[in-house]
């Protein structure tokens, strides 16, 4: 990281990155002196990128029968230009309100962290349609269906996802010292919203599980024996916890089958697996098991609450298992509940 020097006469927190970077890697710089996710990281720099391309015009060269392209700079840009931005992202693009809000917060991050221009809010643009769409949901007997074609390591990913309601990367970022085998609970820690929450462990799974982690750690201590097994962790983390990258309850539930390069660190170490494999083997999975709805790893939390309300517990409980912020949010699975509501029957069936 090069030398963070605070914008003079500014609130604290507010960092200026090294002047002789390319933009995005300043913009990058002050990212990781905030601690965005990664994944968060290269959203925000996309968006700042589009809205770079968005603003750049094309010019007739003097004396010459060629264009160029003109450049702004964001410094030389400001509320209007984010504005005429999103206008087309929901006018001509045609995004959904969800992906409007992620361009607008990057910009917003941009502004204030990186340029240290205020700017608290930007009103005035044309905004995005807000869907509110049923989820996809498989029925018990396409669960199992769909749980059969999975085998393996993605077999007891794909069982854990649908058994706990975790989010893919919930279950994915599992630690050792998560799962409490005693108290049959899962602990997600960080989940969105940066929230934490207990979830359910289901009986079904610990045995199978226990025997996963015995091999983990065979792994593990291989690793360690060759020289590795430090396991990725946040900045903040490792400064306060000295050692714990090293450290057994650290490791991740799911490890990668392959040492790689960390890209932030270039330390050789092991990660998680991959979610881009999950993926894949979840659709090809519904694909063997002649399954004709849309089906994601997400399709397995949506499956978990809606069989959860179908059996008979309430909403709320529901909603603290899945981290919902607003009940609002979970009453969506009442509508593609089996009996939705009080359980209305069609006036066809008599």
């Not at 840009?77 to 206008?87: N, S």
């Not at 990367?169 to 960080?190: P, S, T």
């Amino acid at each position: 990281m090069g030398n963070l020097i605070p914008f003079p006469n500014r609130p604290r927190g507010r960092i200026l990155a090294n002047p002789k970077l390319k933009f995005l890697d300043q913009c990058r710089e002050v990212m990781r002196f905030k601690q965005l996710a990664r994944r968060s990281e290269e959203t925000y720099i996309q968006w700042i990128r589009r809205f770079i391309l968005f603003h750049r015009k094309l010019a007739a060269v003097t004396d010459a029968p060629l264009q160029k392209w003109i450049w702004r700079h964001p410094k030389d840009m400001g509320e209007a230009e984010v504005r005429a931005f999103l206008t087309d992202l929901a006018v001509r693009r045609q995004v959904g309100a969800a992906t409007q809000n992620q361009a607008l917060n990057a910009l917003l991050f941009l502004y204030r962290e990186v340029l240290g221009v205020e700017m608290d809010w930007v009103d005035g643009f044309e905004q995005a349609q807000r869907s509110r769409r049923v989820p996809v949901v498989l029925n018990q007997e396409e669960m199992q269906a769909l749980l059969k074609q999975l085998t393996g390591l993605q077999g007891l990913i794909g069982q854990v996802l649908y058994g706990t309601g975790l989010r893919l990367l919930e279950g994915l970022r599992l630690r050792i010292k998560d799962v409490d085998f005693a108290r049959n609970q899962i602990i997600v820690h960080g989940g969105k919203g940066d929230k934490d929450r207990v979830t359910v462990l289901p009986d079904r799974l610990k045995a199978e599980l226990q025997t996963h982690l015995q091999s983990v750690r065979r792994t593990w201590q291989e690793d360690v024996a060759a020289g590795h097994g430090k396991v990725w962790l946040p900045g903040a983390l490792r400064m306060k916890y000295p050692g714990a990258e090293r450290a057994w309850g650290w490791q991740w539930v799911f490890p990668s089958g392959e040492l790689s390069i960390d890209p932030e660190t270039k330390v050789r170490r092991r990660h998680h697996v991959s979610d881009a494999a999950v993926q894949n083997a979840i659709k090809l999975a519904a694909r063997r098991a002649g399954l004709t709805k849309w089906v994601t790893p997400h399709t397995l939390r949506h499956s978990f609450a809606t069989h959860l309300l179908e059996n008979g517990y309430d909403i709320r409980t529901v909603q603290d298992l899945l981290g919902h912020k607003n009940v609002a949010t979970t009453q969506i699975y009442t509508h593609v509940m089996q009996k939705p509501g009080i359980g209305v029957r069609s006036p066809l069936d008599g």
